[in-house]
């Protein structure tokens, strides 16, 4: 496993499989709606909720080819962000 984490411009439409799932890494194709810290990713310290991205999805970090068109505060997002992007594709 990868121990760089992709957190914006990491991912393209179309990917399915994990989404919901936690990970320690940001595959591509996905985009991540929350953080958590964990002890199970090695030198990594945290693990992101992977979404696929779809039109109206609250997500931490915007993928790649996708837009936003709303803006809010928030705390799950964890220090890398304190806002999630409405998303827009």
Do not use: H
């Not at 979404?51 to 799950?76: K, M």
Request: charged share 10%; proline share 7%; aromatic share 14%.
């Amino acid at each position: 496993m990868s121990e760089k984490i992709a957190l914006n411009g990491n991912s393209a439409p179309g990917a399915s499989g994990l989404d919901g799932t936690w990970s320690c890494y940001v595959p591509s194709g996905y985009t991540w709606d929350q953080v958590e810290p964990t002890g199970t990713c090695g030198s990594l310290s945290y693990r992101y909720r992977l979404r696929t991205p779809v039109s109206g999805l609250w997500a931490c970090a915007i993928p790649f080819g996708w837009t936003y068109d709303s803006v809010r505060s928030t705390s799950v997002c964890g220090s890398t962000s304190p806002y999630q992007y409405r998303l827009l594709g």
